[in-house]
Structures are given as C-alpha cells and as structure tokens.
C-alpha cells in the first residue's frame, strides 16, 4: 500500500469514528438537553405558584421595579416614577444587587422574568393567575438620550394603565 493511500485510509477511518461517536452521543445530550427545559420549567412553574398564592397577597398584582444608579436615569425615576408606585411594590436598585441576597424571592423574580437584555431599567408586574408583564425602559431612557421622549412617555402611560387595573 502507498503511503498516499494508507494517509487517505487513516483520513477515512478517523472521519468515520467521529461520525460514530457523534451519533452515540446525541441521545445523551437530548437526555441533558430535555433534562434543563424540565427544570427549567419546574422552577418557572414554583415561582408563579410562590407569587400568585403568596407573595401577591390579598392584592390583584404586585410590582418589582428595579432601577440602577446610572445618570441617565437615576433622578428621574426617584422623582417621577418610583414614588408613584403602590406601597406594595418591591424596589431594588441593580447598583446595590450584592445587597439582595441570592435566594430572596425578589432576586429570583428578577433573574427569571428580566432576562439577559434591556433588564435595568425594568417593572415586572405580577397578577393572580397571569403571566408576568415587563415593562423595559433601557431602550425608551436610550431614546430619550438621544432627543427622543415619545417612547418613554409611551411606556410610562402603558405601565400606568396597566397598575391602574387595564390590562395591556
């Protein structure tokens, strides 16, 4: 056998072992895969049952506001919009998150219903028997930079009518 040959062979065979091992694989990272969306779920599922029974209480909807101290936005929520919040509503600031505690239920509301983009500025607002609601205000504070406040206003107002018992 030529040398050229014997290399082409290897190439061959080594080829054909990936493709073998790749397909042993695929029902162990199905098994993994199913296995997080199961948990996933699970723990989405607690957390909406932890709300509705519990941490609304004997309201309709609570809020969880969560701002940060950056100076696009900081004075004018403290002055505009967090004082308008129901007493009830939970405020955290993201400047301070070393503060919250990891298994506070506002820090896992947080993390579960924000999500990795827009997250700060943020209301989550939670009714009885309903899904999650998320108002992002980083894009309309960003339009607002940059002469734009037609957004904002649209969002607050929404938002407003929202905590006011219209759902939108």
Known sequence: MSPATKQRNDGAFARAAWVVLGCL?????????????????????????????????PRQRRTLF??????????????????????HSVVLNWSRRRQWGRLKLSSLLFRRFAGNYEFNPIAVVFERFRLAKAYRFWQPFRDLKHGNPEALSHLEEEFWRHLAGGRS
């Open 25 to 57: 694989a695929v029902p162990l990272w199905l098994t993994v895969l199913i296995l997080v969306l199961l948990l996933f779920t699970l723990e989405t599922v607690a957390l909406y049952v932890l709300v509705w029974l519990w941490w609304i209480g």
């Open 66 to 87: 969560v701002y940060s101290d950056s100076p696009i936005w900081k004075e004018y929520l403290e002055r505009t919009i967090i004082p308008r919040l129901p007493s």
